[in-house]
T-cell receptor
């Protein structure tokens, strides 16, 4: 079966750095997405990786290793507004998007 | 303002009733999707449409139907609601089907009693 694993919940301190991991086992791979979802709101697009390596976008970076079936989202200089769930999703060989359950990130002052 | 709208925002429904959740986008996106989101689970695809006039089944289509008469609208119908359909429903769209970034509506919170 297809599987996306993310930690259920993480806690970090305002101003710090946090890394949210995502491992996947899917039938094929055509790209990996990260979305942010604040409580009670819609998911919003953060990043897309299809090649190995690090993609940096302001305070957020996303890394992919296709050989390891692994990605992480790195958030720097954490702000209280970064408190949200972070969803990892993989596009499989049939171009079906497989979603992880999400990681709830709690930021403490 | 460009984006996706969904209606209603929330609804409490008696089991056995018929319900249509509305979704409209003004981005002229070709593809549209319906997901449900339940606590502890990832988003699950119910139905999708790659372009106006076509629809397809997702991971959990049973008990739901959709239509895509035009580019902008993609309603989701529950023919006879059951309590297991209690969930948050999100509509999404993408410029191109399958590979493109999806943009989500604000969601409909549905409770079936």
């Amino acid at each position: 079966g297809q599987n996306i694993d993310q930690p259920t919940e993480m806690t970090a301190t305002e101003g710090a750095i946090v890394q949210i991991n995502c491992t996947y086992q899917t039938s094929g791979f055509n790209g990996l997405f990260w979305y942010q979802q604040h409580a009670g709101e819609a998911p919003t697009f953060l990043s897309y990786n299809v090649l190995d390596g690090l993609e940096e976008k302001g305070r957020f970076s996303s890394f992919l290793s296709r050989s390891k079936g692994y990605s992480y989202l790195l958030l720097k200089e954490l702000q209280m507004k970064d408190s949200a769930s972070y969803l990892c999703a993989v596009l499989d060989s049939n171009y079906q998007l497989i979603w992880g359950a999400g990681t709830k990130l709690i930021i403490k002052p | 303002i460009a984006g996706i709208t969904q209606a209603p925002t929330s609804q409490i429904l008696a089991a056995g009733r018929r319900m249509t959740l509305r979704c409209t986008q003004d981005m002229r996106h070709n593809a549209m999707y319906w997901y449900r989101q339940d606590l502890g689970l990832g988003l699950r695809l119910i139905h999708y449409s790659n372009t106006a006039g076509t629809t397809g089944k997702g991971e959990v289509p049973d008990g739901y139907s959709v239509s895509r008469a035009n580019t902008d609208d993609f309603p989701l119908t529950l023919a006879s609601a059951v309590p297991s359909q209690t969930s948050v429903y999100f509509c999404a769209s993408s410029a191109l089907p399958r590979t493109d970034t999806q943009y989500f509506g604000p969601g409909t919170r549905l409770t079936v009693l």
